[in-house]
């Protein structure tokens, strides 16, 4: 892992841990689940968004009133809502999206579940994915949920991430494979 990614990490994770410590005590792990769904939403859904988390040109103030007014407007928790500004005061928004993952990793734990991040080319129905989630239940022996996203530079197949363990099932990667076999040829 790379020193910035690390550094990235480490943020997010002393924030999850007091965020979840905070909801846990306060009987609001639900709805801290649900605000996390509505930020990655957010996230994924708005590029005035990721530019407002990662752009360096914002003041801390200005970040701190936007950041505030769309917790607002996203009825976000008031848990959830102060540690964003709390975030946009030390300029840390940027470790939102780790944040989110952390976050959900450490509410899995708790619930004897494992996260799968699951990357298709396009959208998974619901038969598809509980087909998923179960088969990688009787692979893990834990409760499966999964992190869905859509990448369609993948073409077609999946990539599943759990824990350590990655598959890849990609048609991109089979023709990059493909491809450095054929260099290795000629």
């Known amino acids: 892992m790379s020193e910035p990614a690390s550094i990235s990490t480490s943020i997010a994770e002393r924030y999850a841990a007091a965020v979840y410590d905070l909801a846990k005590d ?11 769904g509505a930020l990655q939403t957010a996230l994924n859904d708005s590029e005035d968004f990721r530019d ?13 009133d936007a950041i505030t007014a769309l917790a607002a407007k996203m009825e976000l928790s008031p848990t959830v ?4 500004a709390l975030m946009a005061d030390k300029r840390r928004l940027f470790v939102l999206p780790q944040l989110i993952t952390a976050l959900r990793e450490i509410i899995a734990d708790a619930k ?3 996260v799968a991040e699951v990357v298709s080319a ?6 598809q994915a509980d087909k998923l989630a179960s088969s990688l239940t009787a692979s893990t022996g834990k409760t499966v949920s999964l992190n869905k996203t859509v990448d369609e530079s993948l073409i077609g197949g999946l990539i599943v991430k759990v ?4 598959v890849d099932t990609s048609i991109r990667a089979k023709l ?7 260099k290795e040829v000629g």
């Open 26 to 36: 306060g009987n609001s792990v639900e709805t801290l689940e649900a605000d996390l």
């Open 52 to 64: 407002l988390i990662a752009s360096p040109i914002y003041s801390r103030s200005q970040q701190r």
């Open 81 to 84: 809502a102060n540690t964003l």
């Open 112 to 114: 004897g579940e494992v």
């Open 122 to 127: 396009k959208a998974l129905t619901d038969a």
């Open 163 to 166: 824990g350590s363990r990655m």
């Open 176 to 182: 990059n494979s493909l491809q450095n076999a054929m």
